[in-house]
């Protein structure tokens, strides 16, 4: 019987193959928005949040990537009250209105089964203001879920990438699978894959990409402290309550 790390790395032989050219597209889509000056608009809530989380103010990844979100969304600040939000018709509409993302901006919506009110409304308000939407879904997951909002993530969405994540998340046992959760793991591949392969694309166009570096290696206070400058007025969440 295949063991857990087998399973995962299946899963993730499957992700590089159902979504391969869609990471090209969408690494395309992020050079676009941000040489023109857009900044990455990121959401999801419940545990996609953890994706948020690994978008934003990381060591290696893209300076110009705003959290958009709504607290109620958050697990931590009340795991009933997050699940309820997240089923909330208007709230993904209202959260989007809030931080009003606009062309070149882009946005990346993850919710690994992409059927609730908040993810679906976010994608599609953004598309309605002319924002382009990169959803990190899984089909499977999707096809197994409860419909609740008339719709998927994925049908509001430019670029989909298929994280392939089963339905009901877990893996563990493979005859029963009732533990060991894997959508983080293959979300947080798919946005690892999507930044290596945008940055050898900026690379082969001679674009240099504003990326935070980590705080703990020598220059690295001194190259985040020229990005805060760059992108603190229009992200402030880098800078709010300091």
């Given at each position: 019987?295949a ?16 979504s ?12 676009g ?8 608009h ?22 110009p ?22 089923r ?19 946005a990346?919506v ?23 939407v990169?959803?990190v ?7 197994g879920?409860?419909d ?11 670029v ?14 493979p005859?029963?699978p ?23 694309l900026a ?20 190259t ?6 760059r ?12």
């Open positions: 019987m063991g857990l790390g087998d399973r995962v790395r299946g899963l993730l032989d499957d992700l590089d193959a159902t391969g050219a869609a990471i090209g597209e969408a690494a395309a889509l992020l050079l928005s941000i040489g023109a000056g857009g900044i990455v990121a959401g999801g809530a419940g545990h996609s949040l953890a994706m948020v989380f690994e978008t934003f103010y990381r060591a290696g990844g893209l300076a990537v705003r959290p958009m979100w709504d607290e109620r969304v958050q697990p931590l600040a009340g795991a009933l009250r997050s699940t309820d939000a997240e909330r018709p208007h709230l993904g509409r209202s959260v989007v209105a809030a931080y009003e993302p606009r062309p070149p901006d882009v990346v993850f919710s690994t089964s992409g059927r609730n009110p908040y993810p679906v409304e976010m994608a599609q308000e953004c598309l309605a203001r002319g924002v382009p990169i959803a879904t899984s089909a499977a997951a999707s096809r879920a409860a609740r909002a008339g719709g998927t993530l994925a049908g509001h969405a430019t989909v990438l298929d994280t392939c994540v089963p339905p009901g998340d877990a893996v563990h046992p005859d029963a009732r533990t060991a959760a894997v959508s983080t793991i293959l979300a947080s591949y798919a946005w690892a894959r999507l930044l290596a392969e945008l940055d050898d690379a082969a166009r001679g674009v240099e990409l504003p990326r935070w570096v980590s705080a703990n290696v020598p220059g690295g206070d001194e985040n402290a020229r990005l805060l400058a992108y603190g007025d229009r992200i402030p969440e880098l800078t709010m309550n300091r």
